[in-house]
Nanobody
Framework: QVVESGGGVVQPGGSLRLSCSASGISLDDYVIGWFRQAPGRDREAVSCVNKENTTFYYKDSVKGRFTISRDSANNVVSLQMNNVLPLDSGDYYC??????????????????WGQGTQVTVSP
């Protein structure tokens, strides 16, 4: 089971830290992705990291603002979101992926999905 936490309401320019935790599996054994779905839009990859922690994908609009990181000791993968913008709003999902295509410019994953956590960026 994969569980997201850390969502909420934040003002533009603020920060949030999303966490992806798991029970029954080690996240170190999976490619991990953070995906976002805004109302009326398809789910899209925001950031992904490979198992070796050597390849990172970031959507162009979040580069320089978001950072994905693994905490192996606590079995958590976090998404640090800084300088957030209204376009960052949406439901954020974590996936522990068994089907993966990941490189610096692409992230296509499927696997064990969490239920999501909502992020709202609003003045």
């Amino acid at each position: 089971q994969v569980v997201e936490s850390g969502g909420g309401v934040v003002q533009p320019g603020g920060s949030l830290r999303l966490s992806c935790s798991a029970s029954g599996i080690s996240l170190d054994d999976y490619v991990i992705g953070w995906f976002r779905q805004a109302p009326g839009r398809d789910r899209e990859a925001v950031s992904c990291v490979n198992k070796e922690n050597t390849t990172f994908y970031y959507k162009d609009s979040v580069k320089g603002r978001f950072t994905i990181s693994r905490d192996s000791a606590n079995n958590v993968v976090s998404l640090q979101m800084n300088n957030v913008l209204p376009l960052d709003s949406g439901d954020y999902y974590c996936v522990a992926a068994s089907s993966t295509i990941i490189a610096r410019n692409v992230c296509i994953l499927d696997g064990i999905w969490g239920q999501g956590t909502q992020v709202t960026v609003s003045p």
